[in-house]
């Protein structure tokens, strides 16, 4: 019903930026919750981020202060922007989407497929 496809990830130095996109094909895209969740290695998936239809966010206390969750409802992207990175933020990020907003896997409906972050030191 509703695809997700992630980009942007990659390689980049300890303190470096990345931005990651989200684009949703699908209908009501503006009505779901979107959010970022990421998984290490030997690690559950966990929450990263997450806005909901208008303009409210959530973030984990870990990235507070460094990461930005948006959305361009026009353009049916949701974007990470991660700044200050560090080596504790690898992982690959999965975009979702679900009803509403939340902090848990359960609460998402669709998923997309990934993108690599490595942050080297």
């Known amino acids: 019903q509703v695809q997700l496809v992630e980009s942007g990830g990659g390689l980049v130095q300890a303190g470096g930026s990345l931005r990651l996109s989200c684009a949703a094909s699908?209908?009501?895209?503006?009505?779901?919750?979107m959010g970022w969740f990421r998984q290490a290695p030997g690690k559950e998936r966990a929450f990263v981020a997450a806005?909901?239809?208008?303009?409210?966010?959530s973030y984990v206390d870990s990235v507070k202060g460094r990461f930005t969750i948006s959305r361009d409802n026009a353009k049916a992207t949701v974007y990470l922007q991660m700044n200050s990175l560090k080596p504790e933020d690898t992982a690959v990020y999965y975009c979702t989407a679900g009803r509403a907003m939340s902090t848990l896997r359960q609460w998402y409906d669709y998923w997309g497929q990934g993108t690599q972050v490595t942050v080297s030191s």
């Open positions: 699908g209908r009501f895209f503006s009505n779901y919750a």
């Open positions: 806005i909901g239809s208008g303009t409210v966010t």
